[in-house]
C-alpha cells in the first residue's frame, strides 16, 4: 500500500477529491491511503503562525521552515516506529522551477511506500525547505498555480491509477504502458458508426475500426497513438 501524506494549509481543498469515487474505493480496499495534514498543527503560538515575511524585503509572505520541518520528521517517523522493514520514501515540495511531472515519474513514484507532499502557498517556501528537506521539487506545467493543492490531486490520480486493483482493468492498462513506463494514448470510438447531427453531415469511425482484422486494428493504434512519457 502507498501512503501519500499532504502537508497543506488547506486540507478542506482536498476533501472532497479523497471522498471521490475511485480514489475512495482505492482507500477502502487497501491500495493506497491519502492523510490531509494541516501545516498549522505544527505551529506554537496562538495565532498559528505558518508564514512571515521575507528576508531582504519583498512583496507577500513565506511559509516558514519550522512547522515544515516537524511536520516531516512526524511523518516520516510513523513508519520508522512501526517494526517493519524501512519503508522507500520520498518528499516532495510542489513549486512551478521543480522538475516536470510526467508519465515516467508518475511510474517511478507508484513504487514508493510513502510519499510526503508540501504543498507552497502564499508567494513561497523558505528556500531551506527545498534544500533541506525535501528530496525533489516538482512542477506540474509551465504555470503559476495559488499553490501545491491541485498540483498534489494531480499526482495522487497519475500515481494511483497505476497502482494494482485501483482501476480493476489491469489487462487493459498494461498494454498502454511501454517500456520505459510511458503511456499510449490512442483515438477510440464507440456508438454510432456514424453520427449525423445534421442532414448531409456524417462523422463516421474508421472502417478498421470495425473491420474485425485485430491485426489491422493494432497497427492502427499504433499509427493513431501517442505516447505520453
Ligand atoms: N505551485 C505553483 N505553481 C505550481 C506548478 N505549476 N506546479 C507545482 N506547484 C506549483
Known amino acids: 500500500m502507498i ?13 472532497s477529491y479523497i471522498k471521490e469515487s475511485l480514489i475512495s474505493r482505492a ?3 487497501k491500495l493506497i491511503k491519502i492523510n490531509v495534514h494541516n501545516l498549522r498543527k505544527w505551529t506554537h503560538d496562538n ?8 528576508f531582504g524585503g519583498g512583496l507577500g509572505m513565506v511559509i516558514k521552515i519550522e512547522p515544515v520541518y516537524k511536520a516531516v520528521q512526524f511523518l516520516k517517523s510513523k513508519f520508522k516506529n512501526q517494526n517493519v522493514k524501512l519503508k522507500k520514501t ?10 516536470k511531472f510526467n508519465q515516467k515519474m508518475a511510474h517511478d513514484l507508484s513504487k514508493l511506500d510513502q510519499i510526503i507532499f508540501i504543498c507552497g502557498r502564499y508567494e513561497g517556501v523558505d528556500e531551506r525547505v527545498a534544500q533541506k528537506i525535501a528530496d525533489m ?24 491509477r497505476l497502482i494494482p486493483g485501483v482501476l480493476g482493468k489491469e489487462a487493459l492498462l498494461k498494454e498502454r504502458i511501454t517500456k520505459t513506463g510511458g503511456f499510449i494514448e490512442y483515438a477510440q470510438y464507440t456508438r454510432p458508426e456514424v453520427f449525423s447531427p445534421k442532414k448531409g453531415i456524417n462523422w463516421k469511425v474508421p472502417k478498421v ?14 499509427e493513431h497513438g501517442k505516447v505520453i512519457e
Open 209 to 222: 475500426l470495425l473491420s474485425g482484422d485485430h491485426k489491422k486494428i493494432e497497427e492502427w493504434k499504433k
Open 47 to 54: 495565532h498559528q503562525t505558518v508564514d512571515d515575511r521575507p
Open 3 to 15: 501512503t501519500f501524506d499532504i502537508i497543506t494549509i488547506f486540507p478542506e481543498m482536498l476533501s
Open 27 to 29: 482507500q477502502k480496499k
Open 137 to 160: 521539487e516538482v512542477s506540474i506545467g509551465d504555470y503559476d498555480l495559488m499553490g501545491g493543492e491541485l498540483p498534489a490531486m494531480v499526482c495522487i490520480e497519475a500515481i494511483s
Open 90 to 99: 520520498k518528499v516532495i515540495l510542489f513549486t512551478p522551477r521543480g522538475k
